[in-house]
């Protein structure tokens, strides 16, 4: 079987591998529909995959993992697995994700073969860069905006701030559902 050249991933070569964070900081909605702030550790792997080809476009691309376990259990409170996808001749990242409460993102944005930083944002509504949700979260959490920077910080490890906007049923203002965490390789 063929192999992929890491550098191919453009700026998503540094996230071949498997990462974990401990010092995760999580900003939700509680179960009263309030506000709850969640200490979290996580485990990230990311895979390279062969490149995706469709016609003019090739997609070089990691399929990735990620486990999210609340500080002292041993059980993951958040699970979600995807893609993360580079275009080079687009210029554009990508990462397509799904999570087990019926929900599925497609977002985007700009980045250069190099980049050290790149966001990515999806929006209700958006035929290209968008949310997706079962009815239950559509009419009672509805997620109206999704954004997630990644910066890499050295060729071992990355950040992330990731912004969910929500519209809780019954509440005037969108409520801004954050992630954030530094993460370090473990294993290339």
Known sequence: MAQMNLSELGPL???????????????????DRGTENNKFHEVMVFTPILPAVNHEQTLYTLRYHQSVFRHGEDF??????????????AKQVMQSLTIPRGMAVLAGGPGEHDSKSFKLKAELGSKTFGICSNPFLDREFQTVEY??????????????????????KGQKNIFEHRDKNTLKRVKA
Do not use: M
């Not at 540094?14 to 179960?31: E, M, Q, V």
């Open 76 to 89: 993951p409170f958040h699970d979600q697995v995807g893609y993360w996808h580079w275009d080079p001749k």
């Open 13 to 31: 070569k540094n996230l071949a591998g498997t990462f974990k964070g401990s010092t995760g900081d999580d900003i939700a909605p509680s179960d």
């Open 147 to 168: 954004e997630i920077g990644i910066e890499f910080l050295d060729g071992e490890s990355f950040s992330y701030d990731q912004v969910t906007k929500i519209q809780i």
